[in-house]
C-alpha cells in the first residue's frame, strides 16, 4: 500500500533532499522574526486584551458567513492608510494570499510573467490559474519587456501580469521595482509584488520596498503579517474593486475559514509598533552590515539585506555544514533544490533582532572554521 510512497522518500534520500522536521534549537539565524516582534509583550497584551473583551479564538466560519469580525475589518483599515492603498484585503497567510490572486485575477487570454525566482506560492498559483505563464531571467526588467513584446507578436491581447518580490526569500537581492512599473506602464500591465521579505524592515515607517508604488491603479502588493511583523496572516492591498473582485470570485477566500481574530488584533499592534519604532529598522541594519560584512570575508556575496545566502553548491555538503554549525549552537538551516536551483543548495543565514554583533561574529567564526576542514 505505502510502496510508492517509500519509494519516493528513499529517491529523496539518495539525492541528500530528504526534509524532516527540526525543533528550535541554538541562536535564532533561520527565522524570519527579523524585528524580534513574535514575543513581543505589547502584541501579547493587546491579544489579551481583546481576549478579555470577548474576542473569539476562532473566526468559525469564512468571511461571507459569520467569520467576519470587527477586528478584521479595523486591520484592513489601519493597513490600507498605512501602505497607501485604497483597500487591502486579509488573507490566512502568504502562501494562500499569493495563490489566492493569481488563479483569481489574471484572467483567461492575460499572460503572467514571472521571475525565475519567484517564491513557490506565486509559480504554482500562476500554473494553477487561467492565464498563460512565462519564466524569464531574474531581475531583468529587460526580459519582462521582451516577454510581453513576444506575446503581443503571437496574437496575445489580454492584460500581463509581471509577478516579482520586492526581495527574495533565498538571495536576499531587491527587484528593480522602478525599471518593471515602467514596463507596466508601457504595456497598461499589472506589476504585483510581494513583500514579504520587506514589509516593516525597509522603506518609511516600514511600509516596504514598494511604498511609492502603493495606491497606483495597477500595483497590487501582498505584505505577509508573519515575518517582521511578527504575527501570522497576510495582507492584500489593491484598488477597491480589485479587493471587491477578490470577495466575490475567490475560491481561496470564499471558501476558507477566516484567520483568527485574534491575528487581525497582532497583527494591527505590529503596524503600530514598526510605525512608531524606527529605532527597530535602525538597529537591525547595523546588524545587517555586520553580517555582510563577515560573509564578503568569506569570499561568498553579500546581499546587502538580512537574508545572507552562503552558496556552497552540493547538497550533501550544505546539509553537513548546517549541521556542524547547530553543533556549535547556531540555528542555520541548509536549503536546497527544488526550493532553490540546482547547483546552488546554500545555507540560509538570517540576520534579526534576535542576535547581537558577537553573536554574528561567532557565527561567521564557526563558518569560517567548518569550512575550512
Excluded at 61 to 67: A, T, V
Aim: hydrophobic share 45%.
Amino acid at each position: 500500500m505505502f510502496d510508492r510512497y517509500q519509494a519516493s522518500l528513499q529517491g529523496l534520500a539518495r539525492k541528500n533532499r530528504l526534509r524532516s522536521l527540526n525543533p528550535r534549537t541554538g541562536i535564532d539565524f533561520a527565522s524570519n522574526d527579523y524585528l524580534a516582534l513574535a514575543g513581543s509583550k505589547r502584541m501579547g497584551d493587546a491579544v489579551a486584551t481583546a481576549l478579555s473583551h470577548g474576542t473569539p479564538v476562532g473566526a468559525t466560519g469564512s468571511r461571507l458567513l459569520r467569520g467576519n469580525d470587527p477586528e478584521h475589518e479595523a486591520l484592513e483599515a489601519k493597513a490600507a492608510v498605512y501602505f497607501g492603498s485604497e483597500r487591502a484585503l486579509f488573507f490566512g497567510g502568504g502562501y494562500l494570499a499569493n495563490f489566492a490572486v493569481l488563479t483569481t485575477l489574471p484572467q483567461k487570454g492575460d499572460l503572467i510573467v514571472l521571475d525565475q525566482l519567484i517564491h513557490a506560492s506565486a509559480r504554482e498559483g500562476a500554473r494553477a490559474g487561467r492565464a498563460d505563464v512565462m519564466e524569464v531571467r531574474h531581475n531583468e526588467a529587460g526580459a519582462m519587456d521582451d516577454a510581453i513584446k513576444t506575446w503581443r507578436a503571437n496574437g496575445g491581447v489580454g492584460r500581463a501580469w509581471i509577478v516579482v518580490e520586492s526581495l527574495y526569500s533565498m538571495d536576499g537581492d531587491r527587484a528593480p521595482l522602478n525599471e518593471l512599473v515602467e514596463v507596466s506602464d508601457r504595456h497598461d500591465a499589472f506589476l504585483f509584488i510581494d513583500e514579504a521579505h520587506a514589509t516593516g524592515v525597509y522603506g518609511p515607517k516600514g511600509r516596504g520596498l514598494a511604498h511609492h508604488l502603493e495606491g497606483r491603479e495597477n500595483v497590487v502588493v501582498l505584505h505577509t503579517c508573519d515575518k517582521a511583523l511578527g504575527a501570522s496572516g497576510a495582507l492584500v492591498t489593491a484598488a477597491a474593486v480589485l479587493c471587491d473582485y477578490l470577495v466575490n470570485r475567490c475560491r481561496p477566500f470564499i471558501y476558507a475559514t477566516a484567520p483568527s481574530p485574534l491575528m487581525a488584533v497582532a497583527a494591527a499592534t505590529a503596524l503600530d509598533i514598526v510605525a512608531g519604532a524606527p529605532e527597530h529598522r535602525k538597529r537591525l541594519a547595523e546588524l545587517v552590515a555586520l553580517a555582510n560584512e563577515k560573509t564578503a570575508t568569506l569570499g561568498f556575496r553579500a546581499s546587502g539585506s538580512q537574508i545572507v545566502p552562503i552558496v556552497i553548491g552540493d547538497n550533501a555538503r550544505a546539509m553537513a555544514l548546517a549541521e556542524s554549525l547547530r553543533a556549535h549552537g547556531f540555528d542555520v538551516r541548509g536549503i536546497r533544490p527544488p526550493t532553490v536551483p540546482e547547483g546552488t543548495a546554500r545555507l540560509r543565514v538570517s540576520v534579526t533582532l534576535n542576535v547581537t554583533e558577537n553573536e554574528i561574529s561567532a557565527l561567521f567564526e564557526a563558518l569560517s572554521k567548518e569550512c575550512r576542514r
